[in-house]
């Protein structure tokens, strides 16, 4: 059976992994190699990191994170560490590595765009022009703006745009993310600092991320005082808002073209991972690999919808409110688990009877708990 899988980054190197002695696969990467251009802050949880150390080197790992500085718009913060620890990662190292694991059973071309497709045959275009490759199952692995799910009509979930810089910064901790709510620095998501060393990546998603990130180093009462010299690299991308319908007669999409990522926060290699591996156990029945992915993460995408939805609902002063109970109550974050929204549920009720602010209280009880 042959399968073209289009696309090269994690998603389509861990599908094709996942294939390996079960079908026949070829994989086309429109650029000269995996990891470019970056559009990814490279924080994973460590047990995602675990599995994918099953087929790439401890060379993509750049940090050990334990957890993260919640900030509220005036300033105050609050530490938070979940049931999982964290890392940081080189994507550029680490999408060569699974794209160079994946080569080791599936035929890999560079620099080769696809085109369209039609009756089981793609048009490419490659280095040696264009040519048509015959298929029995097309695999779009090919990001937000999936040509795959383009041509064939896949339903396109709607996207934010984003920024990242990598400065150098003085973290408040080089081992703990911080994350930056307020209306000031992004009006229906968030801004965030990953430390990686001697730099930091900065980032903003926001319908407008260029004017909320100028907000965030230059007004912040807390960024922009530890923000220092000048940007050592940008990177614009988009990240996808909601899981689309992912497979269609032998068609099918994964990663960030089906929409698989956490709605709360925009990461995805670990919805990614599972997908695959869902598809390397159900193949070749597409339709038994929707069920199966939708069964084990469903839940997870539904919960994790309501968890970005308070990005909006909340107000500045809510923000600052929950970072005033928080204090004190930490102890409840050790429930939370990063690749795993249903996690908040626990501790909600506990959470809400802390509140002195029953309008708050209401909001979050309204928001989170609704149909569960």
């Known amino acids: 059976m042959q399968v073209l899988i289009v696309g090269g980054g994690p998603a389509g190197s861990l599908t094709a992994i996942h294939l390996a002695?079960?079908?026949?696969?070829?994989i086309v990467e429109e650029h000269p190699s995996a990891g470019f251009p970056v559009q990814c802050a490279g924080l994973i949880s460590e047990s995602c990191f675990k599995e994918l150390r099953k087929f790439v080197?401890?060379?993509?790992?750049?940090n050990k994170i334990?957890?993260?500085?919640?900030?509220?718009?005036?300033?105050?913060?609050?530490?938070?560490r979940g049931r999982s620890g964290a890392v940081v990662v080189e994507r550029k190292i680490l999408d060569a590595e699974l794209l160079r694991k994946a080569a080791d059973d599936a035929e890999v071309r560079i620099k080769t765009r696809f085109l369209n497709c039609s009756k089981n045959k793609a048009l490419l275009s490659g280095m040696n022009g264009r040519e048509v490759l015959s298929y029995d199952i097309i695999i779009g692995a090919d990001g937000v703006a999936s040509t795959v799910a383009r041509t064939l009509n896949f339903p396109r979930p709607e996207i934010l745009p984003a920024i990242q810089v990598e400065c150098m910064f003085e973290p408040l901790?080089?081992?703990?993310?911080?994350?930056?709510?307020?209306?000031?620095?992004?009006?229906?998501f968030f801004a965030y600092a990953v430390p990686i060393g001697d730099t930091s990546r900065i980032g903003v998603i926001a319908h407008s991320p260029q004017l909320y990130f100028k907000n965030l180093v230059e007004k912040h009462p807390s960024v922009s005082s530890r923000v220092k010299g000048?940007?050592?690299?940008l990177n614009a991308g988009a990240i996808p808002l909601k899981l689309v319908d992912f497979v269609k007669g032998n068609a099918a999409l994964i990663g960030d073209a089906a929409g698989m990522v956490k709605p709360y926060t925009g990461g995805g290699i670990y919805y990614h991972l599972v997908a695959a591996q869902v598809?390397?156990?159900?193949?070749?029945?597409?339709?038994e690999y929707c069920r199966e992915y939708l069964k084990k993460m469903g839940k997870e995408y539904r919960v994790g919808e309501k968890i970005a939805s308070l990005y909006t609902v909340l107000s500045d002063e809510d923000y600052v409110n929950l970072v005033k109970v928080g204090k004190g109550v930490e102890k409840l974050a050790h429930e939370l688990h990063m690749d795993s929204p249903s996690s908040l549920l626990k501790i909600i009720p506990n959470l809400a009877k802390l509140l002195a602010h029953p309008r708050l209280s209401a909001k979050?009880?309204?928001?989170?708990?609704?149909?569960?």
Do not use: H
């Open 57 to 62: 080197s401890n060379r993509c790992l750049l």
């Open 173 to 188: 901790d080089e081992r703990m993310v911080e994350l930056y709510f307020g209306k000031d620095y992004s009006d229906c």
């Open 279 to 287: 598809l390397g156990r159900t193949f070749p029945n597409l339709n």
């Open 21 to 26: 002695g079960k079908a026949e696969v070829t």
């Open 230 to 233: 000048r940007i050592i690299e």
């Open 364 to 372: 979050l009880c309204r928001t989170l708990l609704s149909r569960f």
């Open 66 to 80: 334990k957890g993260a500085f919640v900030f509220a718009p005036n300033g105050s913060f609050l530490e938070l």
